[in-house]
């Protein structure tokens, strides 16, 4: 109980305010994730998760007394959304070194001309979908782009246990529009982390890329998932 009450009451001072720990150790494990997904290690998941716990803590402002008043309830509800993919993922990259890959958790490939258009349609559209929910939720503005991150991190993770290719550039738009909403917020540590991430993103595309021309499976399209293109 001690630890958990230091865990959730712990600051790092920051000139004449503060960072809150939680914030800051919530991202080194997505960093590590980031890295372990990267390098196709499975132990990425269970990582993640990990810090996915201590950023719903985080976002979740002025339930859990964070440093900065702002919930995000569209940052919250996506680390809700990160532990259920990651879930199915973990188990996915499990199953995989044990099949066709050759002990791999798993090969990159590219998705099909379809499963792009309805990973793109499917952006803007649970975009437009979740706004106004967030929004009566009291999400901190602008709302859009809120929602935007929630449904581009939903998105990015699962397109990662499929194994496209194409989920690092998706990681790029999350990010692009996910810096500036967590600068405005006051959740310093998690700007500057999508910061680098998004730099990190663009490297890890090239990682896959690379990697599935060498294994060469790239050529080969992944199937369209049951519901993607309804």
Partial sequence: MDFLRWLFEAQIPIGGSALVLREVLGNIFG?????????????????????????????????????????LWGQAGRQVMFIAVAAYGWYRWREGRTSATQGRAVVPSWASAKVRIALVAALFAGTAALTPLFDS????PPVWADAWTFTGSLLATYGMARGWTEFWLIWVAVDIVGVPLLFSAGYFASAFMYLFYGFFTLAGFFVWWRAGRREGL?????????????
């Avoid at 790239?218 to 309804?230: E, I, K, N, R, W």
């Fill in 31 to 71: 960093l590590a994730s980031a890295l372990g997904g990267m390098r196709r290690k499975v132990w990425a998941w269970p990582v993640g998760i990990a810090g996915n716990l201590l950023l719903l803590t985080v976002f979740l402002g002025n339930v859990f007394g964070a440093a900065t008043p702002a919930t």
């Fill in 137 to 140: 939720l009291g999400s901190y």
């Fill in 218 to 230: 790239s050529v080969q399209p992944a199937a369209v998932p049951a519901g993607a293109a309804s």
